[in-house]
């Protein structure tokens, strides 16, 4: 019997203990972190998020996607006097007036993480690095990114230099939606060929353990030791300075689902395990799930004005969202109709379907009329006979009347030329 009871209880604790884990948000090491949804940024675990922090070499990914909007990969930039010999850190021995393309210089600047490059990057497209710098807190700014000042290009410690888990979680999620951007961070390897200043190749591969480790260094995730490679990661970057700590922005995708997880100030490898943790944990309990595709019908909508004619209201978009596993059913929608007034032109909207869970708004969808509907047609087959019927009886009626009139206008001038030669006849007698 006891012997029983003991089987009971273990198997009871074991059992909970799997739920605890498959439902409990994972343990950060780092001081501060973030997990978000890649597609639509909702956060879904989150660590003082909002602190503000030192990004180190974090912030590259501002450089590197403002230089990828201002510019084309095979531009050509020479390194000016000054950068060679005013960059601290990483770099990759750039010389002055060596000549690359901006393609060289933003896989130097994503995957050895080359300050050198930054500055060339800057003043490239900046005219100067406070110029540059200048923009880099504009689009910040634009992308909402409201606790985040950037004082460089490259994240070399200022004071002034600063963001949050949340912000550069924001500004990857944008970053990411650029193609160029999302291939340069995804690559392992990249070599730069000789130049007018080196005649050698130079080589490098990615700073980004999850991406590419060839260290024995493990971290501990899930009860056990593994390398801090992960096979779902898609990108982003790695950061240190003494003041920031080691830091980390990192996106993976599986199954359709994508993530970005940012871990700031840890020590030696935690971000990455603590990375580990946020993608096992995002993967586990969420998915990405279709809620409604593009043209789907969802209802027919009265014209007030329009003879009691009804259109069809369609989704003008799909609608993807990251949702906990067997959540869709507590789904619920709205929808809102706009005043419809004639003449409706085909995609013009005509309302809106609102998606909500627990009370929570997770999104909207435009809808629109899938067809031109002007005020003078009816649409169903039955009154476009009719139409064509009374068409066809008005002209009827407006061709008889002309025909009246025409044939009394000639019998006048017949009753009148008939008078005149009645009197021409009676005068002549």
Do not use: W
């Not at 690095?129 to 700014?141: D, G, P, Q, R, Y």
């Not at 160029?180 to 961070?185: L, M, N």
């Not at 139409?387 to 009827?396: N, R, T």
């Amino acid at each position: 019997m006891v012997k029983r009871v003991i089987a009971c209880y273990f198997v009871v604790s074991v059992l909970l203990l799997n739920f605890s884990r498959a439902y409990a948000e994972p343990s950060i090491l780092c001081e501060t972190a973030v997990l978000i949804d890649a597609d639509t940024g909702t956060i879904l675990s989150s660590k003082r998020a909002d602190q503000k922090m030192y990004p180190a070499s974090t912030t590259k990914i501002m450089t590197a996607i403002l230089a990828i909007e201002m510019g084309n990969l095979s531009d050509v930039i020479t390194v000016d006097d000054d950068t060679p010999y005013e960059i601290e850190g990483s770099h990759i021995a750039l010389e002055p007036g060596e000549i690359l393309t901006l393609k060289d210089l933003l896989y130097a600047l994503m995957l050895p993480s080359a300050n050198d490059a930054a500055s060339a990057i800057a003043k490239h497209y900046g005219g100067t690095t406070e110029n540059f710098v200048k923009l880099m807190n504009e689009k910040a700014k634009e992308l909402g990114a409201y606790n985040t000042h950037f004082a460089n290009p490259h994240g070399l410690h200022d004071e002034n230099h600063y963001t949050t888990a949340a912000d550069l979680a924001l500004i990857s999620k944008y970053a990411m939606e650029n193609e160029t951007f999302r291939k340069i961070v995804s690559t392992t390897k990249y070599e730069i060929q000789p130049t007018n200043k080196k005649s050698e190749t130079r080589y490098f591969t990615t700073l980004n353990k999850l991406l590419y480790n060839t260290s024995s260094n493990q971290i501990y995730v899930n009860g056990s030791y593994i390398s801090p490679y992960y096979q779902y990661a898609t990108g982003v970057k790695t950061g240190y300075t003494p003041e920031a700590g080691n830091c980390l922005v990192a996106s993976a995708s599986q199954n359709g689902t994508n993530l970005i997880a940012v871990a700031m100030k840890g020590v030696s490898l935690e971000m990455y395990q603590d990375v580990h943790n946020l993608f096992n944990f995002g993967f586990e309990e969420y998915q990405s799930t279709t809620i409604i595709g593009k043209n789907t019908f969802v209802e027919n909508v009265k014209i007030e004005n329009g003879d009691s004619r009804e259109i069809s209201a369609i989704t003008e978009s799909s609608f993807k969202t990251l949702l906990k596993k067997n959540q869709e059913q507590e789904i619920k929608s709205n929808v809102t109709i706009n005043e419809i007034t004639l003449p409706i032109a085909k995609n013009d909207v005509v309302g809106k379907i609102e998606y909500s869970v627990d009370g929570n708004v997770i999104g909207s969808v435009n809808l629109i009329s899938p067809v031109d509907v002007k005020s003078v047609e009816l649409e169903s087959s039955g009154g476009g006979i009719l139409y064509f019927v009374l068409k066809f009886l008005g002209s009827l009626v407006v061709f008889s009347a002309v025909a009246l009139i025409l044939l009394k206008v000639y019998n006048d001038i017949r009753i009148r030329i008939n008078r005149r030669k009645r009197r021409r006849k009676y005068n002549n007698s």
